[in-house]
Structures are given as structure tokens and as C-alpha cells.
């Protein structure tokens, strides 16, 4: 017997070719309402509204809240040492970390409200918000 998959073994004995069956109707029908909401899901992100200010926090305290309209770079003291908070025109991120791996600036640019970046070694959060947008992330609530 060549593999599990190659072959079936008949109850005669005889070794017949392993043939797919066809997708049935119920397939068909799951697979197109798997694409369609994850269409709808790329397309309607949660928490919408309109960005305005980017809120700083170390330890839990807001430390500084950022408009997004003014081009900004502030350094930000916590525990871990110092963090880079850059702000582009509507966006922002964190740029540098004293952090190992970094995970907050490769987090790269947040736009949308309730984007967030956070630094746990440094107890640094990042965080987008506006007006308009869900009071709940997607995630947690």
C-alpha cells in the first residue's frame, strides 16, 4: 500500500484509486457565508468615528493626550527607561522602546479610533480616540 490517502482497500481485497467527492450544496453554501463575513469584517472595522487626539499613558495615568492634527515626537519616562511617541498628521506611533522585543513599535501607525499600542515592560499605552466611535473594542467586550 503506497499511503492512507493513495489508495482504498476494497472488501475484496482490490486496490482502488483514492477519488474526492464533490462539494455538496451545504458546502458550497457554508464556504460563500465564510467568505461574506469575512468581506464584511475587512471592510466595517469597529470603533469607526472620526480620530482626533492620541492619548499617552504610563502606569495607568494619561501623562499627555495629543491632537493628531500637529505633527508631534515627545519622549515618555516609565519604569523601563524612555519611549518615542511620534504624531503625523492624523496618525501616531510609537517610534522607539526600551522594550527587548519591540512589539509596540513594530504595532507600526495607529489611524482608527480605538487603535492601541502598548509597551508592558514599560507600562506605556498608546492609545487613538475620537469622536463617533464604539465605546467597546471587538475583542474584550
Known amino acids: 500500500m503506497r499511503g492512507a490517502l ?13 477519488r474526492p467527492l464533490p462539494p455538496s450544496p451545504g458546502d458550497i453554501v457554508l464556504a460563500a457565508a465564510v467568505l461574506l463575513a469575512a468581506a464584511v469584517l475587512l471592510v466595517a472595522r ?13 502606569g495607568g495615568e494619561v501623562v499627555r493626550r495629543l491632537p493628531l492634527s500637529e505633527a508631534a515626537r515627545i519622549e515618555v519616562r516609565g519604569p523601563a527607561g524612555a519611549s ?4 503625523d498628521g492624523s496618525r501616531v506611533r510609537v ?6 522585543r519591540r512589539i509596540c513599535v513594530r504595532r ?5 479610533v480605538g487603535d492601541v499600542a502598548v509597551c508592558v515592560p514599560n507600562h506605556l499605552v498608546v492609545r487613538v480616540e475620537g469622536e463617533g466611535g464604539s465605546t467597546f473594542d471587538g475583542v474584550s467586550r
Open 6 to 18: 493513495a489508495s482504498v482497500i476494497s472488501p475484496r481485497g482490490s486496490v482502488k484509486p483514492y
Open 108 to 112: 507600526g501607525w495607529l489611524r482608527a
Open 84 to 87: 518615542e511617541v511620534v504624531v
Open 95 to 100: 517610534a522607539a522602546a526600551p522594550c527587548a
Open 46 to 58: 469597529p470603533g469607526g468615528g472620526t480620530p482626533r487626539s492620541a492619548s499617552v499613558q504610563v
